[in-house]
């Protein structure tokens, strides 16, 4: 009788053993990467630029990009925006403070870096392959879409900064606070020993 886990003569059990490998492999890189933002990031901007420029040598698939554009900006608005929003749920515990005696609360993102550094380079690659089926160039008048995609890109950047600015958080950290410590007095030694 065979077992529950099937077959290992199948014609699958090379592919899932492959599969499984793979994924093992991508998994220990993409962990490698984690403590590299910069590298990433620039990896990213490396696939945009290629994706660019196939759309700009093909001279078509504006619907992708602007699907494209529309995806990056909700990623966006998650990376901007704090985990726990004071205006859609109850506040606990992790909320963000709204009066100067609130305790400080550190800033928690709805969507953590790492997270969106890899749907934008997933968005990115997904968007290039698409490049190479004619299925997706749909002919469009690319001007209008642009100036759509400027137009809700601004309104909502407005709705969020608004929202930064009524419940005073910045979504940047901008590098670890350096503290000056005690200072020595110029005069030396210590104020007890002043006549």
């Not at 220990?28 to 630029?49: E, N």
């Not at 078509?60 to 554009?69: D, T």
């Not at 909700?74 to 985990?83: A, E, M, R, W």
């Amino acid at each position: 009788m065979e077992g529950i886990g099937g077959d290992a003569n199948s014609p699958m059990a090379p592919l899932a053993k492959w599969k499984a490998e793979f994924s093992r492999v991508f998994q220990f890189y993409l962990d490698k990467s984690t403590p590299l933002p910069v590298h990433r990031w620039l990896g990213t901007l490396a696939v945009a630029a290629i994706y660019v420029l196939r759309v700009y040598y093909l001279q078509g698939f504006y619907i992708i990009s602007y699907g494209l554009g529309i995806y990056i900006l909700n990623l966006l608005i998650g990376f901007l925006s704090p985990k726990v929003d004071p205006e859609l749920e109850a506040l606990d515990g992790a909320s963000l403070p709204t009066k100067e005696s609130d305790e400080f609360r550190p800033f928690i993102r709805r969507l953590p870096e790492f997270k969106f550094w890899y749907a934008i380079t997933k968005a990115f690659i997904v968007a290039f392959l698409m490049t190479f089926f004619s299925l997706f160039d749909v002919p469009v008048f690319w001007p209008i879409l642009l100036c759509y995609w400027i137009v809700l890109f601004a309104l909502t950047m407005k709705r969020q900064i608004m929202h930064m600015i009524k419940y005073k958080y910045v979504p940047f950290n901008i590098g670890k606070q350096k503290y000056g410590g005690k200072k020595s007095s110029a005069a030396g030694g210590s104020p007890s020993h002043r006549g």
